[in-house]
C-alpha cells in the first residue's frame, strides 16, 4: 500500500453522515472511528492499532544480533559507502537503519526516540512473511500446491468462477479480483479492508473484473484471501501459525498482528509489528536460503521459487520484489530508482518505503524502517553499500 489510507477529509465524512449514506452502506462504527483518528505517524504509532494480537517469538530472552567488531569492518571505502547510507536514511525521515554483512551487525542507526526494542507497523512487509508461510503449508502437505484453485480452500467459491483463481495467481497479483484500492473514501474497497470490522466477510465478497492470469495489479484482497486460505488449510489463526513456524524459530522476539475487531481476523496484507533487529533475522534467513544456524524453517527451493519473476511484473516474485523499479509503476505508486548494483537483489517492500533488502552475493541484509519519505530512490543506500564493498 503506498499512499495514505483512511484519510477522508473531515467534510466528506460529514457529507456522507447528512446523506444517510453511512447508515445506508456501512454501519461500521470501527471503519469510521479509524478514519477520523488515523494517526499522522502510522509506523511508529502502535498503540493506535487496537486490538492486537500478540505473536509470541522468544520474548526478552530473544538472542542479540552478532556484531562486528571495529577492527573487522574495512576501511575507508566502506565506511564512507556507510555514512552515504545514513545521511539518506536521515533525511527520508528514517528511524532505523541496520546492515548486516557475513553474519555481523556492521552498521545500527536509530533516529526520532526510537529504539532497538521498539516495535513498528511492518505495513505490506507482511506479505512476504504470508508468502513463506504458504511455502511452509506445501512443505508439510496441507495444501497441494500453488496451482491449487482456491474453491479446494474456501468452500463459499466452490461453486462460484473465482473458486477458479489459483494460489499462484493470489501470489503474483494476477487474479482478476476487484482492485478498488482508493484511499479518499469510505466507499472504498481498500479502505474498508484496511479499517474495516469484518475482513473475512469482506475478502470473500470482493468480485471478479477480469480473468485470472492476464493482468497484474498489486491487490491487498489477494493477500487476505491467501491467509485465509492458510488458516483453512492448517486449522490455525495467521498469528499462531506465524509465531510457531516461523517468528519462534527466527529467534526473535515477540511481535502482534493488528485485528479487524476483538476475537477477530488479522490483516496479513498489511499490518504486522515488529522490531528492526528482528526483520534483520528476518533478512538473514532469506540470505542462507531459509536456514537459521542448523535449522531449515523454510524449503530452500521455495524462496528460490519465490524469487523467480512472476510471468506478467518482472519486478515481482512470489509476493517479493525482486529489481528496483527503473520507472514508477503507477498501480502500486513507486518511485523512480536507479538499478541495483548487484542484480541478486531482493527486497521486501511496506508502505512509506519499510525495506529489508537481502544481497547474497554480497552476503550483506539491510533493514530500513521509517516514516514516510520525502524523496526515496530504492538504489541509494544498497547501491553505496555494495560499491562500498566491492572497493575493498
Not at 81 to 106: G, K, P, Y
Not at 113 to 138: E, F, H, P, R, W
Not at 195 to 205: P, Q, R, T, W, Y
Not at 324 to 334: E, G, K, L, S
Amino acid at each position: 500500500m503506498a499512499r495514505t489510507l483512511l484519510k477522508p477529509k473531515l467534510w466528506t465524512v460529514v457529507g456522507l453522515v447528512t446523506a444517510g449514506g453511512l447508515l445506508r452502506v456501512w454501519l461500521d462504527w470501527r471503519l469510521l472511528g479509524r478514519s477520523l483518528t488515523y494517526p499522522k505517524n502510522p509506523i511508529t504509532s502502535v498503540n493506535w492499532y487496537q486490538p492486537q494480537q500478540i505473536v509470541p517469538g522468544f520474548g526478552p530472552q530473544a538472542p542479540p544480533l552478532a556484531k562486528a567488531d571495529t577492527t573487522e569492518i574495512p576501511p575507508e571505502a566502506l565506511q564512507a559507502a556507510l555514512q552515504t547510507a545514513l545521511e539518506f536514511a536521515e533525511a527520508q525521515n528514517s528511524v532505523a537503519l541496520l546492515v548486516m554483512h557475513r553474519d555481523r551487525l556492521i552498521l545500527e542507526q536509530y533516529w526520532q526516540g526510537y529504539q532497538a526494542d521498539d516495535l513498528v507497523n511492518s505495513m505490506s512487509m507482511v506479505k512476504t512473511l504470508l508468502a513463506l508461510l504458504i511455502g511452509v503449508a506445501i512443505d508439510e502437505g496441507q495444501i497441494g500446491s500453488i496451482q491449487d484453485p482456491i474453491g479446494t480452500y474456501l468452500p463459499e467459491w466452490a461453486d462460484d468462477p473465482r473458486g477458479d483463481i489459483t494460489l499462484a495467481d493470489l501470489l503474483y497479483m494476477q487474479s482478476g479480483l476487484r482492485n478498488d484500492d482508493r484511499t479518499d473514501t469510505l466507499r472504498s474497497d481498500l479502505v474498508k479492508l484496511y479499517g474495516g470490522s469484518d475482513v473475512e466477510k469482506l475478502a470473500l465478497g470482493i468480485p471478479l473484473e477480469d480473468a485470472p492470469g492476464e493482468v497484474f495489479a498489486y491487490n491487498n484482497f489477494n493477500s487476505q484471501l491467501l491467509s485465509l486460505v492458510l488458516e483453512r488449510a492448517t486449522g490455525e489463526s495467521f498469528g499462531d501459525y506465524l509465531s510457531s513456524r516461523l517468528w519462534q524459530p527466527l529467534g526473535a522476539g515477540d511481535g502482534f498482528l493488528w485485528l479487524d475487531r476483538p476475537g477477530g481476523h488479522a490483516k496479513p496484507f498489511c499490518c504486522f509489528f515488529a522490531t528492526a533487529p528482528d526483520w534483520v533475522r528476518l533478512g538473514q534467513m532469506l540470505l542462507h536460503a531459509g536456514r537459521v544456524e542448523q535449522r531449515q524453517i523454510v524449503p530452500a527451493d521455495w524462496i528460490e521459487q519465490m524469487r523467480q519473476e512472476s510471468p506478467l511484473e518482472p519486478t515481482f516474485g512470489l509476493h517479493i520484489w525482486l529489481k528496483a523499479r527503473t520507472d514508477a509503476y503507477p498501480q502500486v505508486n513507486r518511485a523512480s530508482s536507479a538499478p541495483f548494483t548487484a542484480a541478486d537483489t531482493f527486497y521486501l517492500d511496506g508502505r512509506h518505503h519499510q525495506r529489508v533488502y537481502v544481497i547474497p552475493s554480497e552476503e550483506l541484509v539491510i533493514v530500513r524502517i521509517g516514516e514516510e519519505p520525502p524523496a526515496w530512490n530504492d538504489a541509494v543506500i544498497p547501491n553505496a553499500i555494495v560499491e562500498g564493498l566491492r572497493s575493498r
